[in-house]
């Protein structure tokens, strides 16, 4: 592949965030980018979409439902999408992209994790959407790890497709990452829901499997054949890469959490679940635009 192909590419829409949760590595990233106007943004990214013959964008930040109005014009450049929000603000129902909500269980759980009121504030705006247009994402840690019973209601309040089960880690010490043992102990749990519940949890059989500690401990991308080793990349808010990963500096590839890395694991290795589940949440756009 040409170094300079990347077909799948992370975008860091904005800085800006109304929460300030515990687990999330972005507010420990440094430096935090200053964010580009919403003309120079959208050239910039139809050029490096148009450099890197990027396909695939997932949207992220800080927040990228706090711009609404460049998040849509900038996904029209590409033929697939996702966002990934809080749900803190209001929510367009027309995006035309996947849509990840961080969910990270009931009021008490949730709460603790992103601050009182979080939970209420955000089934607010979830309420405002379709019923099964929209998947969850939890974030397992020390503090929600209990969540996991609760995953079946979880799905049903919220009226979601299903939800994607990842793990908190961060490169610097964080009371708040799970221990390998607890994190065996999770996967052992998140695999028995798996055959009770098929249809709640998203992540495969095989991706949640990935998630197991290694006998040493240590991984590289290049060990888990990671997506961004040689085919993605990311880009902060001013639209300069981010490296290994969306995470930035915060990203622990030996204990990597994320579902959407394994899960491309599994569909490089001919997981037809998986290829599937990719397909569901960045599905294809109806219509692509370009900039004059």
């Not at 040409?2 to 999330?24: E, K, V």
Request: glycine share 8%.
């Amino acid at each position: 592949m040409n170094l300079d192909t990347r077909p799948i590419a992370s975008f860091d829409i904005t800085n800006r965030c109304p929460q300030y949760c515990g687990h999330c590595y972005y507010r420990r990233d440094t430096p935090i980018a200053a964010e580009l106007s919403d003309g120079d943004f959208l050239e910039s990214v139809s050029q490096l979409q148009q450099h890197y013959g990027i396909g695939s964008a997932f949207w992220v930040g800080g927040e990228p439902c706090l711009r609404p109005a460049l998040l849509r014009a900038a996904m029209a450049l590409f033929s697939r999408n996702a966002i990934a929000t809080s749900a803190m603000v209001p929510i367009p129902d027309d995006l035309d992209s996947g849509l990840l909500i961080s969910i990270d269980g009931f009021t008490e759980q949730h709460d603790a994790l992103r601050g009182s009121g979080a939970f209420a504030r955000a089934i607010g705006n979830i309420r405002q959407l379709p019923r099964q247009s929209f998947a969850l994402s939890t974030t397992l840690t020390r503090a929600n790890a209990t969540v996991i019973d609760d995953l079946p209601a979880l799905v049903d309040f919220t009226g979601a497709i299903g939800v994607l089960v990842g793990f908190h880690v961060a490169s610097s010490a964080s009371h708040l990452t799970l221990s390998g043992q607890e994190r065996a102990d999770l996967i052992k749990q998140l695999l028995a829901l798996k055959v009770q519940h098929p249809d709640v949890l998203l992540n495969t059989s095989g991706a949640l499997t990935r998630f197991y500690p290694t006998g040493s401990g240590q991984r590289s991308k290049e060990d888990l054949q990671c997506v961004y080793h040689d085919r993605a990349i990311a880009f902060d808010a001013a639209l300069r890469p981010k490296a290994p990963c969306t995470f930035g500096t915060e990203a622990n590839c030996a204990s990597c959490g994320c579902p959407v890395i394994m899960e491309h694991r599994e569909r490089d290795e001919g997981n037809p679940s998986a290829d599937g589940l990719l397909r569901a949440l960045f599905p294809k756009r109806r219509q692509v635009t370009t900039l004059n």
